[in-house]
């Protein structure tokens, strides 16, 4: 997988700070996002812990959102 850049990433910049996340969507991948999502892995998704929000990073963050268990 890629790593998110621009409007993309802002995206799910958004999406973290939609479930809580103090993050600041600054559209870029800074070390507070890879911080973030590191911790998010740990806890949701601890298949591939690396800080990169992949497909499974963010349908994982999509359905907790929308109140679906992962």
Known sequence: DLPLVGDDL???QRLLCDYGYG???TGEH???TRKV?????RHFRR???DGVADAS???T???LIAGVAP
């Open 10 to 12: 802002a995206r799910y």
């Open 30 to 32: 800074d070390e507070a």
């Open 37 to 41: 999502t590191d911790a998010f892995q």
């Open 23 to 25: 993050i600041a969507v």
């Open 61 to 63: 963050l999509r359905d």
């Open 57 to 59: 990073t963010i349908m």
């Open 47 to 49: 298949a591939r812990v």
